[in-house]
Structures are given as structure tokens and as C-alpha cells.
T-cell receptor, first 114, second 117 residues
Framework: DVKVTQSSRYLVKRTGEKVFLECVQDMDHENMFWYRQDPGLGLRLIYFSYDVKMKEKGDIPEGYSVSREKKERFSLILESASTNQTSMYLC?????????????FGPGTRLLVL | AQSVTQPDIHITVSEGASLELRCNYSYGATPYLFWYVQSPGQGLQLLLKYFSGDTLVQGIKGFEAEFKRSQSSFNLRKPSVHWSDAAEYFC???????????????FGTGTRLKVLA
């Protein structure tokens, strides 16, 4: 079974704090993703990574950065948290077989920025 | 532009009734299509996926979906809903090429299912 874990289920931070969200997958997947989920907006892609140290901006990268130093770990960083970053953050990794890709998700981190 | 639409924000059905959740997409070629389910406070779980071949796809938990190219749809169905099916359901479509030559997927805004006892 594919297992994607996220370091925290719930986080409460203050405006201006630096926030790290960690994601680990145990299936040697090449690609990893960070999404945020907000009511009525569905999932929006923040950043993704297709290899170690490689990253690409998604649809809403502003205010975020990422790090992928090891294949199994993909971190999302909020350099200076703001209240509009209060959201549910979902990590995913993907299995690619014969050009066909399937994403598998972690349990999510619900972040509250006060 | 590629897009995916889930027209129904909320759906309420009685336990034991049949269910159909709608998903419409806009895509230039034959897409890859997915349905995920999210229980409250949880991540997304893959229900089923379509890459090619048989247009009727069977998934987990008794769900199925049918790819209809002429209607640009990939609707999710279940013949008899259980109270435990109450959740939010997301349709996704891709692949969309990116600047790095990799691919990403886009997700609908979700349909929240309520099941009446």
C-alpha cells in the first residue's frame, strides 16, 4: 500500500512565523505535490517536485517555497505566515507506470494562522 | 483551456437510493480521469481512474464511473448508497503539460454528499 504521511494533522501559528510542513512517502515515487484546499475552491496546486532538488511552481506559489533534499521527503515552507494562508494543506506523491500517473494523498495538515 | 467542472456543490440522497455525481471536463485529447473521496478531516482516497479502454470503470466501495467522450463527462455512480458514503467527492483530469516537461492534474471543486437515514 502506498503511504504518504504528513508531519502534523493540526497546526496553529502566529502571523509572521516561519512554518514548515513535512511530507514523506515510502514508495520511491518520483513526483510529489503540495496542494491547498479551501471551501468552494477545491484543490489548488502550490508547488510540485519531479526529482530531488527539482521543483516547479504550481498555480498559487506566492508566499510559499519548497524543499526536496531527499526523494522521499517534500517540505512546504511558509516564510512569513499570514492569516490568508489558513487552510488545509494536502501532500501527494505519484506513481507513474507506462506514462500513466496516479496521485496518492496524505491525511492533510489543517493550518490556522492567527 | 483545460478545466473540470462538478456542477453540484451539495447532493442529498436517502440511504439505499442510487447516486450519480456529475463531472464534466474540457480537454484537447482523451484525458486521464480520476475520482477521489474525502471523509471529514481526512486526505483524499482514490476511488477509481480511467486511462483508456473500457469506458465503464469499476472502483472501490462499490462505485463505478463511465467515460462519455461525446458528452465530455465522467460521472460517478453507485446503485445503493450507504450512510458511510457521506463525504466530499472530487473529480480530477489531466495530464496537463508543464514548463519542465512533466505533468499536473486539475481538480474540480468537489461535491458534498449527505446521506439521510
Amino acid at each position: 500500500d502506498v503511504k504518504v504521511t504528513q508531519s502534523s494533522r493540526y497546526l496553529v501559528k502566529r502571523t509572521g512565523e516561519k512554518v514548515f510542513l513535512e511530507c514523506v512517502q515510502d514508495m520511491d515515487h518520483e513526483n510529489m505535490f503540495w496542494y491547498r484546499q479551501d471551501p468552494g475552491l477545491g484543490l489548488r496546486l502550490i508547488y510540485f517536485s519531479y526529482d530531488v532538488k527539482m521543483k516547479e511552481k504550481g498555480d498559487i506559489p506566492e508566499g510559499y517555497s519548497v524543499s526536496r533534499e531527499k526523494k522521499e521527503r517534500f517540505s512546504l515552507i511558509l516564510e512569513s505566515a499570514s492569516t490568508n494562508q489558513t487552510s488545509m494543506y494536502l501532500c501527494a506523491s505519484s506513481l507513474v507506470r507506462e506514462g500513466r500517473e496516479t496521485q496518492y494523498f496524505g491525511p492533510g495538515t489543517r493550518l490556522l494562522v492567527l | 483551456a483545460q478545466s473540470v467542472t462538478q456542477p453540484d456543490i451539495h447532493i442529498t440522497v436517502s440511504e439505499g437510493a442510487s447516486l450519480e455525481l456529475r463531472c464534466n471536463y474540457s480537454y484537447g485529447a482523451t484525458p486521464y480521469l480520476f475520482w477521489y473521496v474525502q471523509s471529514p478531516g481526512q486526505g483524499l482516497q482514490l476511488l477509481l481512474k480511467y486511462f483508456s479502454g473500457d469506458t465503464l470503470v469499476q472502483g472501490i466501495k462499490g462505485f463505478e464511473a463511465e467515460f462519455k467522450r461525446s458528452q465530455s463527462s465522467f460521472n460517478l455512480r453507485k446503485p445503493s448508497v450507504h450512510w458511510s458514503d457521506a463525504a466530499e467527492y472530487f473529480c480530477a483530469v489531466g495530464p496537463l503539460s508543464t514548463t519542465s516537461g512533466t505533468y499536473k492534474y486539475i481538480f474540480g471543486t468537489g461535491t458534498r454528499l449527505k446521506v439521510l437515514a
